[in-house]
């Protein structure tokens, strides 16, 4: 049974930084196209990072883009995203998702992936 985990999230300031880390179990995804979502109160699910060829090739919102990093450890089966001078309109519940079939030009799509974690909170507040 594929499983997505993720962990890391918490309250911040605005300006601060956080990691997120999503552990992948029951199937290898070094292959795979995998992915960080983010869905705030009251609006749809918005793509922030992905990443794919295990790694070598990443592809970020214009809203994140020079402030967060997506990165994995194959070897572990584990992605990471670097969250860094957050803003309170960073706030949502932040997803990782993860497809060995997705094709590049459906990477930002959410509706595309197959396998979901539960999401964790990230709170930028003073």
């Known amino acids: 049974q594929v499983q997505l985990v993720e962990s890391g999230g918490g309250l911040v300031q605005p300006g601060g930084s956080l990691t997120l880390s999503c552990a992948a179990s029951g199937r290898t995804f070094r292959d795979a196209g995998m992915g960080w979502f983010r869905q705030a109160p009251g609006k749809e699910r918005e793509f922030v990072a992905v990443s794919r060829r295990s790694g070598a090739v990443t592809r970020y919102s214009d809203s994140v883009k020079g402030r967060f990093t997506v990165s994995r450890d194959n070897a572990k089966n584990t992605m990471y995203l670097q969250l860094n001078s957050l803003k309170p309109e960073d706030t949502a519940v932040y997803y990782c998702?993860?497809?060995?079939?997705?094709?590049?030009?459906?990477?930002?799509?959410?509706?595309?992936?197959?396998?979901w974690g539960q999401g964790t909170q990230v709170t930028v507040s003073s």
């Open positions: 998702a993860a497809d060995p079939r997705i094709i590049a030009s459906e990477l930002t799509n959410p509706g595309a992936y197959d396998y």
